[in-house]
């Protein structure tokens, strides 16, 4: 399970004051990341049931923690029992805002009527302290926060929702008994090197602090090639796609893109020969998939990151390459 799905100063943070980012680096200069703070579970209690139209994602499309909430709300059916609202991709002192003039693919708040991601929080909880952070999933009836962990939001929907959801996708998981504890290994140290390791490394601010971060994200991504060479599947772990490559989807497929440049893991690229075979593994999730595809915006992921930290990218430039975002499958 994830420390925290948010990234402070990156795609799911917003804070109480304009903080530079030397802020969310530690006195020796690495990146620290934030806890999350609303951890319930619908249908564990009678608090939280299981309901149609009752619980509402809210998410935005640049952001990695909060794309594995939309793959797996489209790979279980849950689009007309989870409706989703999306945020600009613009994140500046006050957070994530709605916005969806002028930006395609973002829509307003249909619940509280919102400007902000904090209002929805501190309507959750007036005295609400930490940052504003996506995914969130809120419930309409209460008006407040369930949770904004994206690790258990997740594997709330594999299970939560079976007994109203349509009968092709009940039982249907990405996180099988048999497969458990080894989907746990590989998710504790992709968290920690891969899907933490790109923050760690571009918001660094030492250069003792960078490296410690960016040579162990690229010897995990060597040891995630060596793992696709040897598995009896298309996917991480064999035959079935799993828990483990839908975490790491979302940072892969935004590495070249934006990683690379923004955040200095240079050393190589996803499209290299070197990663001949994470390469195919993300393109056929992307163009095979529509779980995965459909949910990838890369106007919203490139913009975000280049134009939101003006503390990386002061004069908010935005790269054009590389071209194109994601190479077809047969190239």
């Known amino acids: 399970m994830d420390k925290a799905p948010n990234a402070p100063g990156g795609p799911a943070d917003g804070a109480k004051n304009d903080r530079d980012i030397t802020g969310w680096a530690g006195k020796d200069g690495s990146f620290k990341r934030q806890v999350s703070s609303f951890r319930d579970v619908v249908g564990e209690s009678p608090k939280f049931p299981v309901e149609k139209d009752r619980y509402h994602l809210y998410v935005s499309l640049a952001c990695p923690w909060a794309h594995r909430t939309l793959i797996v709300r489209h790979l279980k059916g849950l689009q007309d029992i989870i409706p989703v609202s999306v945020v600009h991709w613009e994140m500046l002192k006050d957070g994530w805002k709605f ?51 994206s690790s258990e939001i997740i594997r709330m929907f594999y299970t939560a929702f079976d007994d109203i959801i349509d009968e092709k996708y009940k039982g249907v998981t990405y996180y099988p008994e048999d497969l458990a504890s080894k989907i746990d290994k590989v998710n504790e140290w992709i968290y920690d090197t891969v899907n933490n390791g790109v923050y760690k490394s571009g918001f ?20 995630i090639e060596s793992m696709l060479a040897s598995s009896s599947g298309p996917y991480l772990l064999g035959d079935k796609l799993t828990e483990a490559d839908i975490r790491l989807y979302p940072t892969i497929v935004r590495f070249d893109p934006v990683y690379v440049q923004h955040f200095k893991c240079n050393i190589n690229q996803i499209r290299d020969p070197k990663y001949e075979r994470l390469h195919k593994w993300m393109r056929h999730l992307y163009w095979d998939l529509p779980a995965f595809g459909e949910t990838t915006n890369f106007e919203h992921i490139k913009k975000h990151y280049t134009k939101s930290h003006s503390q990386i990218n002061p004069k908010a430039i935005t790269p054009v390459g590389p071209l194109p975002d994601i190479l077809p499958k047969d190239e």
Request: proline share 8%.
């Open 99 to 149: 916005a969806p003039e002028g930006c395609p693919g973002a829509t307003n708040d249909p619940n509280e009527n919102a400007k902000f991601m904090k209002d929805l929080y501190h309507t959750a909880d007036p005295d609400y302290s930490a940052r504003w952070t996506v995914p969130v999933l809120w419930d309409k009836k209460q008006r407040t926060v369930v949770n904004n962990e």
């Open 204 to 223: 660094a601010t030492t250069q003792e602090a960078y490296e410690a971060a960016v040579y162990p994200l690229f010897s995990s991504l060597d040891r």
